[in-house]
């Protein structure tokens, strides 16, 4: 098991940006994968990024492509979500997840809730017009 804590949310005017952290301890050996999702009230949470824990490969969603940028400091156990130009439709309560176990193909399921069975409390961001 992974333990997962966010922070780094909090309020900002569009176009403002904010860097999102997800402090991992446990058994962090056995992740593959690291995510952001976010939901709003009334609606499905959504893939934001994916990054490989132990490489650089990562998944955006279209909304948040050239907006945000997903890092991981592993020496640290500590996952990023940099978010940058941010619209007021961005407001959600972001959450972090970890998947103990490969995704295949991670390319089309690095979104797919089911593949992640770490999950942190969330942070929230708002984002004011």
């Known amino acids: 098991q992974v333990q997962l804590v966010e922070s780094g949310g909090g309020s900002v005017q569009a176009g403002g940006s904010l860097r999102l952290s997800c402090a991992a301890s446990?058994?962090?050996?056995?992740?593959?994968?690291m995510a952001w999702f976010r939901q709003v009230p009334g609606k499905e949470r959504e893939g934001v990024a994916c990054i490989r824990w132990t490489g650089t490969s990562a998944y955006y969603a279209d909304p948040v492509k050239g907006r945000f940028t997903i890092s991981q400091d592993n020496s640290e156990n500590v996952l990023y979500l940099r978010m940058d130009s941010l619209k007021p439709e961005d407001t959600a309560m972001y959450y972090c997840?970890?998947?103990?176990?490969?995704?295949?193909?991670?390319?089309?399921?690095?979104?797919?809730?089911?593949?992640?069975?770490?999950w942190g409390q969330g942070t929230r961001v708002t984002v004011s017009s």
């Open positions: 997840a970890a998947a103990q176990h490969g995704i295949y193909p991670v390319s089309s399921r690095w979104d797919t809730e089911s593949e992640y069975n770490n």
């Open positions: 446990g058994y962090t050996y056995g992740t593959f994968y």
